[in-house]
C-alpha cells in the first residue's frame, strides 16, 4: 500500500508497519471524512490501506466505504477484475481483508461462550435509535440467543447498558453468566465473568465486549462456555 488511512490511534498502534508512508488521520466522529479522503486517493491512482479494529465488516469501515461509493455512483470491483483501474475512469479496486473481530478474541479469552446460537447488538444509538437497538435485544433474549454487546458504554453515553440489563432479565436467570472483556489482546486487557444481576456494577467502557449467556450457558472455573448439544446425544465421560 502506498498510503494508509485511518483513525488515529489505530493508526499510531500500527505505527511499525506503517514506516515512512503518508497517513490519512482522523479522530472520532469523523469516519465520513476519512473514508472519503480513502476514496478520493484511491481514485486517483494511489493505493490507500484504511485501517479499523478488529476485522473491518463488522461494525467497521468496510460497509461505510461500500454506501460511500454507492451514493457517489462509484463502480467497484473485487481484485482482478478486468474492469479494475481508478486512475483512467474504470472501476475502483476494493479488497477487504478480514481480521478478528472483538467478539472473536473475547470469547477465546472467556473460553467457549459462542459454542452455539448468538447475536451480535451494539448498543451506540448515535446512529441507530434507541427502540430499535431495544427491539433487537427484546428478541434476542426472548430466543435464548447467547446475546455479544458491542458500544456498552461511553462517557456520553452511560445509561443504555442498564436498560439493556432489564431487557436482558425479564428472559434470563439472575445469575446467568456474563463474561466481559475489555481491551481484548491489548496492553489494558480484563477479563471476567460475574452474574447478570451484577451487570450494572462492573467496570465497563467502548473497549468492553460483553457476552450475555444464555439459558444453557455454564461459568466453570473461571471460564465460560455454551454447551453445543453433545452431552444431551452422546456418553461423554
Not at 3 to 11: K, T
Not at 67 to 95: F, H, Q, R, W, Y
Amino acid at each position: 500500500m502506498d498510503c494508509v488511512a485511518g483513525y488515529s490511534l489505530y493508526v499510531d498502534l500500527i505505527a511499525p508497519l506503517v514506516a515512512d508512508k503518508p497517513t490519512l488521520r482522523s479522530g472520532m466522529m469523523k469516519e465520513v471524512e476519512r473514508v472519503e479522503a480513502a476514496i478520493t486517493t484511491a481514485c486517483g491512482g494511489t493505493s490507500c490501506a484504511l485501517v479499523s479494529s478488529g476485522d473491518p465488516g463488522i461494525y467497521a469501515m468496510a460497509g461505510l466505504v461500500f454506501e460511500t461509493c454507492k451514493i457517489k455512483n462509484i463502480p467497484v470491483v473485487p481484485p482482478g477484475s478486468p474492469a479494475a483501474g481508478g486512475m483512467d475512469g474504470l472501476a475502483l479496486v476494493v479488497e477487504v481483508i478480514p481480521g478478528i473481530p472483538a467478539l472473536c478474541a473475547g470469547a477465546a479469552l472467556l473460553g467457549a461462550p459462542l459454542t452455539h446460537d448468538f447475536a451480535v447488538v451494539s448498543l451506540s444509538d448515535l446512529l441507530t435509535p434507541w427502540d430499535v437497538i431495544a427491539e433487537r435485544l427484546e428478541a434476542a433474549a426472548r430466543a435464548d440467543f447467547v446475546i455479544v454487546i458491542y458500544n456498552p458504554k461511553s462517557k456520553k453515553r452511560d445509561w443504555q447498558l442498564g436498560k439493556a440489563r432489564k431487557i436482558i432479565l425479564a428472559h434470563r436467570d439472575p445469575e446467568t453468566p456474563v463474561g466481559i472483556v475489555t481491551g481484548a489482546m491489548r496492553q489494558n486487557q480484563e477479563v471476567r465473568v460475574v452474574p447478570l444481576q451484577a451487570l450494572g456494577e462492573a467496570p465497563v467502557g467502548m473497549q468492553t465486549t460483553l457476552f450475555v449467556g444464555s439459558r444453557s450457558s455454564i461459568r466453570y472455573l473461571d471460564f465460560m462456555f455454551t454447551p453445543r448439544g453433545y452431552s444431551g446425544k452422546y456418553a461423554i465421560g
